[in-house]
């Protein structure tokens, strides 16, 4: 069964009925689904196929792209503000992106958890961490990351 954009246009309700309904056809037979609603792909899909510009640069397991594609976010709140030159000292931090009132969202390279890291960077920077959250890697980032130019 191949659907297109099966979902838009829904309220809540029918969307939810659609997303059981395609459930478990793909339990019995194969489904192929085309869409550019991430949340779709989430919410329904097993194994994704990214295309762009004609090309394949995905196909895998959902949960596989979103653990590889982008290794580790991680929200950082601190009890007083500090400066992002500063976080960048943090080994593997590769970004960091101001979130609100001195609440951080830290970008990793690194296949190790590195909120040990951050922990220590706050007590040798004399800051108390208030959060300290790992963040789910969303299929939209995936997408982003694979297709920009």
Known sequence: LIMDEPTTGLDPNQLEDIRTLIKNLGKEKTVMLSTHIMQEVEAICDRVIIINQG????DDKLQQLQKSTILQTIL???????????????????????NGDKIWVLSSNSNDDIRKLIFDFAVTNKLTVL????????MEDVFKGLTKK
Do not use: G, H, M, R
């Open 55 to 58: 090309q394949i640069v995905a």
């Open 76 to 98: 950082v709140e601190f009890d007083s503000n500090v400066e992002a030159n500063l976080l960048l000292k943090i080994p593997t931090v590769t970004e960091v992106k101001l």
């Open 131 to 138: 959060a300290l959250n790992k963040l789910e890697v969303k």
